[in-house]
């Protein structure tokens, strides 16, 4: 392709077959840009806006919806015979299981031998069994509307009873287990002119009689106090005292009780006798070693005196025999 000679001549050559030819050869040879042709609008008709083309998706997806719906419907609507036998066997079973509840539940709660006749009393040798069944309050019960805890709180608020057990086993054996409060002391009350027993935590227990306790301890009380069940003696410690004493002089099992000069009892030795005033029960074991170191020194020295206080442990003292005083008075 000659381009140098239209520069050249300085002249525009007409037109004519050739030039035409060449034009389309160059046009071919050189990348042109593709450009998509524009669409002829046909006559009468108008492009949809965006709010009419969401409308017709929406359509679109409610139809499909529909669709899908129904083919489900169809589905359930053919359920197969296994699954119809299935479903029947087990509403079948069901209603036998709930049958068999119903009267299960009608046996035990009519027939007799649930009802509960004679309650088992164990551990009960002070207080009454028969104000523990009637507190217990079970008798001629169904075993299945019983409810232990609650029968464990009645009998627990019985006077002289420490702890209670309730056990139930089918078809009507009920047994209540009882601890009860075990008497250490009788202790007798002068001005009241009567006598209670007392456990080891000083309460007052509501036993008559002889409890036939193994070990007793008898006090004899000057403070004017008086004795109702179920209350404590005060000091609270007082009992403990006593029966500390008793079991370390086992010779003596009687001790006195005033409010001023506390515990005290009786001291016997070569037809003597004279008055060991203890106090109250702080630095009990010392003083208690005291008193059988006191006692050797008098036995040795044959001293026979009107009384020995040990209340103070550091420095205790003794009476002297009313003939060897030089003064009047101990």
Known sequence: IKLDDRRKSGRRKSKGPGRSKRGRTFETATTQPWVRPARK???????????????????????????????????????PARAVVRRAGVRLWSGLILVCLIGTIVYV???????????EVVGAH????????DVADIDQLNIFWIE???????????????????????????????TEREPIALWY???????????????????????????TVFVI?????????????????LVKSAQQLADVIPETNVFYYH?????????????DEWHVYVGTSEDLPRKIRVVEALTGYLAANDVRPTYVDV??????????????????GD
């Open 259 to 271: 409010p001023v000069r506390g515990l005290s009892f009786l001291q016997t030795s070569g037809g």
């Open 311 to 328: 209340r103070t442990a550091s420095h205790p003292l003794y009476g002297q025999p009313p003939g060897k005083t030089k003064k009047k």
């Open 109 to 119: 709660s009519a027939h007799e031998k649930f009802f509960v006749s004679r309650p």
């Open 189 to 215: 009350v002068k001005s009241q002119g009567k006598e209670s027993w007392v456990d080891e935590e000083g309460t007052i227990l509501p036993y008559d009689g002889d409890p036939q306790a193994p070990s």
């Open 148 to 178: 232990p805890e609650k029968v464990e709180e009645r009998v627990a608020q019985l006077q002289g009873v420490k702890t209670v057990r309730v056990r139930c086993r089918l078809p009507a054996s009920v047994a209540i287990e009882v």
């Open 41 to 79: 609008k046909r006559a009468g008709r108008r492009t949809p806006s965006r709010s009419e083309r969401e409308a017709s998706v929406r359509a679109r997806r409610a139809e499909f919806q529909a669709k899908a719906d129904g083919a489900a419907a169809s589905r359930t609507r053919r359920t």
């Open 221 to 237: 009380d000057s403070s004017g106090r008086e004795l109702q069940a179920g209350a404590k003696i005060e000091p609270t410690d």
């Open 126 to 133: 002070y207080v009454d069994q028969t104000s523990i069944l």
